[in-house]
């Protein structure tokens, strides 16, 4: 059982540092722009995204993140519901594990998603009744004693006793109503063994009802009710009428405040609405799409409020004819594509190729972050984008702050402002695709030291280009033979030479353009590969590159990691070769990382290395010999151990991970280092009472030698900082907790001038 940082009831923990993000706590940064299910929960409304979920005060329209960063256990929710009656919010995520929110508590229940019972156990519906949660499932009717927080019965109601999907379950004063897709079906809730499919009977097919599936069934003013394909029925004694049909695709029907509200579309005409129909059949109001409603997914009502879960523009609040949005600024989908810091601001691609680079008709294009607001640039932003799709390279020209966004079809984009940009495909120097007319495929991208920009490009002819600073353009063809001419990210070196991956398990090329990049005469190309004399990798599938402060290049494989400690003698007579360390583990010796797919490497300002993998995350110290840190998502709010990218804001010392649940990030303890000391910043700043996390006093010299002293120059503790930023636990040497008062920070750079740099103090 974990704390939660939201009430039920529900208030918001204001934290008392939160002036600056404190050094080793998390965030996240999901979709929660995609509403799918809306619920009441007392005076709060929660909503349902692809990925998490937000609650809104209806009082005062406070919103608060319900996430593993707040207490939660897992991510990526299916759906949830709410019981008045117990208090206590129900969440069933994708992967069936199971979450009870009850006042400050969060109760994690993960016996269906651990269970080894072959066959669907996705959730797909959550009813209450007398003290029970009644989960539609895959497998039958999962019940959860709401009292006792566990599974206490599971109906396997389907013909013959298997499984059967079960959709919607409901009850009367009597009855169990569970809406199949065999039908309907029912038992006297008196029965003792309702885990035997032979104490249901099927009510479809007879008395008015038809045979077949059943969406939904409710108990809807003590009338029981039920979807079937796109007409609602209700049980007039033993008889079904036929109440309420249209010809719209029917997204969802549920009932609340006693009414069913149904959310639906009209095929080809871009139209959509929320219909509120009472238990006879009369449609009493509708709620039509426009500009604050394009999406309706899933609703409820109070009143004359109707809360609608909105596909596109998250919560929305409809009375009358005035709309109220209800949403978070975030990013939308899992982000697949490049991750990248530049001045201070994060860049992230969105776009998706699978592990055969193909690609995704992925449509998110790219994303912003300064910190406090993301901004999206896409074709639903930017309507020239309309056919910029699969964006999985970004980059920045650092003259003057133009975009270029590599799309893995749609050519290059280059975007100076929203009303400012080209389009690079047909009629320019970009070629396109082996076998794939009118697509434009771009690999990677990078700036070199010259404002030079590299291009990969999979194409039939030149498959190498570069965009000079001047603006004229050069080609060139990478001299090995590869599958359809396929060049991915590109790396470059302290000296210049451009590491250039390449896809589905070809190695690594390095190119020199010599000393002019119009004469190609003096052009030098090697290629890596395994084997020692040819470039000794661990493995031909490189998936990531990263040049540390060394100037050394690490490189992820399939199979461990590999470093190129000598990238200016590859054309040497001396050669160079990937140079795969052997690090002490336990009791054994082994290769680093030679068991790990490894997916993203990042260096930050301590030249300490953030290996990101299919098994989670690891800092590693920079010579690789040392576990700094460890995190997975089962130790962590780490949103998936399945890692796509990782980077880091030097300035704060914050990490980035993407995963195929979305972006989370953690405070570092190294950043960036700072010329003139006199500008640091102590955080959390007074330190309050009870604290118990990491201090961080940011802003030092690169290496600095740090002494916090009492004001009567007794040294408490001594450290050096990473990068530019020293961390205290706030334990003196006798590892006593610093008593209250104000402490002085001494920082001693490498010439070895010490001076005073900052004061923390700490209150009782």
Same mark, same amino acid.
């Given at each position: 059982m974990k704390t939660f940082f939201l009430f039920i009831g529900l208030t918001l923990l204001q934290s008392a540092f939160a002036q600056m993000q404190p050094i080793g706590q998390w965030r996240e940064h999901m979709d929660y722009r995609s509403g799918k299910r809306v619920a009441f929960a007392g005076n709060?409304?929660?909503?349902?995204? &692809?990925?998490?979920?937000?609650?809104?005060?209806?009082?005062?329209?406070?919103?608060?993140?319900?996430?593993?960063?707040?207490?939660?256990? #897992?991510?990526?929710?299916?759906?949830?519901?709410?019981?008045?009656? #117990?208090?206590?919010?129900?969440?069933?995520?994708?992967?069936?594990?199971?979450?009870?929110?009850?006042?400050?508590? =969060?109760?994690?229940? $993960?016996?269906?998603?651990?269970?080894?019972?072959?066959?669907? %156990?996705?959730?797909?519906?959550?009813?209450?009744?007398?003290? %029970? !949660?009644?989960?539609?499932?895959?497998?039958?009717?999962?019940?959860?004693?709401?009292?006792?927080? &566990?599974?206490?019965?599971?109906?396997?109601?389907?013909?013959?006793?298997?499984?059967?999907?079960?959709?919607?379950?409901? *009850?009367? *004063?009597?009855?169990?109503? *569970?809406?199949? &897709?065999?039908?309907?079906?029912?038992?006297?809730?008196?029965?003792?063994?309702?885990?035997?499919?032979?104490?249901?009977?099927?009510?479809?097919? !007879?008395?008015?009802? $038809?045979?077949? $599936? =059943?969406?939904?069934?409710?108990?809807?003013?003590?009338?029981? *009710?039920?979807?079937?394909?796109?007409?609602?029925? =209700?049980?007039?004694?033993?008889?079904?009428?036929?109440?309420?049909? #249209?010809?719209?695709?029917? &997204?969802?029907l549920n009932v609340s405040d006693g009414a069913l509200l149904l959310c639906e579309e009209r095929f080809g005409w871009n139209e959509r609405r929320v219909r509120v129909i009472n238990s006879t059949g009369t449609v009493t109001s509708t709620v039509q799409n426009n500009s604050e409603l394009r999406y309706p997914f899933h609703a409820v009502k109070s009143g004359a409020e109707i809360w609608i879960a909105d596909y596109e523009k998250g919560l929305v609040k409809a009375e009358a004819s005035v709309f109220e949005r209800y949403n978070i600024n975030s990013p939308y989908g899992a982000l697949d594509g490049e991750l990248f810091f530049h001045q201070k601001k994060l860049y992230v691609a969105g776009g998706s190729i699978n592990d055969a680079w193909n690609y995704q008709y992925n449509g998110t294009g790219f994303f912003t972050y300064d910190g406090n607001e993301w901004k999206d640039y896409n074709r639903f932003t930017l309507p020239w984008m309309d056919t910029v799709l699969d964006v999985i390279s970004v980059t920045v020209d650092p003259r003057d702050e133009t975009i270029y966004a590599g799309s893995f079809g749609g050519g290059l984009v280059e975007l100076k402002t929203t009303n400012s940009f080209k389009i690079y495909k047909q009629n320019s120097p970009l070629n396109v695709a082996i076998g794939d007319p009118n697509n434009y495929r771009v690999g990677g991208m990078a700036f070199d030291n010259n404002n030079n920009l590299w291009i990969s490009n999979f194409a039939g002819n030149n498959n190498f280009l570069v965009k000079k600073a001047d603006g004229n353009w050069r080609s060139f063809r990478v001299p090995f033979l590869v599958k359809d001419n396929m060049v991915g990210a590109i790396l470059m070196d302290d000296n210049d030479q451009k590491w250039i991956q390449v896809p589905q398990g070809n190695g690594l090329f390095c190119f020199n353009h010599g000393a002019s990049i119009d004469n190609t005469g003096d052009d030098r190309w090697k290629w890596f590969q395994t084997g020692r004399g040819s470039g000794n990798l661990p493995s031909n599938l490189v998936n990531c590159m990263a040049k540390d402060k060394d100037g050394f290049i690490w490189l992820g494989t399939d199979k461990g990691i590999g470093i190129i400690q000598c990238p200016g003698d590859v054309f040497t007579g001396n050669g160079c070769e990937a140079f795969q360390p052997v690090v002490q583990?336990?009791?054994?010796?082994?290769?680093?990382?030679?068991?790990?797919?490894?997916?993203s490497i990042a260096v930050d300002a301590a030249n300490r290395k953030w290996i990101g993998t299919r098994n989670g995350v690891w800092l590693i110290s920079a010579d690789g010999e040392k576990v700094v840190e460890r995190f997975t998502a089962e130790n962590s709010p780490l949103l998936s151990n399945n890692i796509i990218r990782i980077a880091i804001d030097p300035a704060t010392g914050e990490v980035y991970f993407s995963t195929f649940n979305g972006v989370c990030s953690y405070r570092g303890s190294a950043t960036e280092a700072k010329e003139n000391p006199d500008k640091v910043v102590v955080f959390p700043s007074p330190v309050p009472a009870g604290f118990a996390g990491t201090i961080g006093i940011r802003g030092l010299p690169e290496n600095a030698i740090v002494k916090i002293v009492e004001l009567n120059g007794r040294l408490v503790y001594q450290t050096r900082s990473l990068g530019g930023q020293a961390v205290w636990n706030g334990r003196d040497y006798r590892n006593q907790r610093a008593a209250s008062g104000v402490y002085l920070v001494l920082a001693k750079d490498e010439f070895g001038t010490e001076k005073q740099v900052g004061k923390i103090v700490f209150i009782k």
């Open positions: 709060n409304v929660v909503t349902a995204t &692809e990925f998490g979920a937000y609650m809104v005060n209806r009082t005062d329209g406070e919103i608060s993140r319900l996430s593993k960063v707040s207490g939660l256990s #897992d991510v990526g929710v299916r759906t949830l519901n709410y019981s008045a009656t #117990d208090n206590k919010l129900l969440i069933a995520y994708k992967n069936s594990n199971i979450d009870i929110l009850y006042r400050s508590n =969060v109760i994690n229940i $993960p016996d269906v998603m651990r269970s080894r019972v072959p066959g669907d %156990k996705a959730i797909y519906n959550i009813s209450f009744y007398n003290g %029970k !949660a009644y989960l539609s499932s895959g497998l039958g009717v999962i019940v959860i004693d709401l009292a006792k927080y &566990e599974v206490s019965n599971t109906f396997i109601i389907g013909n013959s006793g298997g499984n059967v999907q079960v959709n919607a379950f409901a *009850a009367d *004063a009597t009855r169990f109503y *569970a809406a199949t &897709e065999e039908g309907l079906k029912v038992a006297s809730q008196s029965t003792v063994n309702l885990n035997d499919y032979r104490n249901w009977s099927i009510l479809s097919g !007879a008395n008015g009802l $038809p045979a077949g $599936p =059943v969406k939904q069934v409710f108990n809807i003013n003590n009338t029981i *009710a039920v979807q079937y394909f796109n007409t609602i029925y =209700v049980l007039n004694g033993t008889n079904w009428q036929a109440i309420y049909t #249209d010809d719209w695709r029917w &997204e969802s583990q336990d009791n054994f010796a082994g290769l680093l990382f030679e068991n790990e797919d490894v997916r």
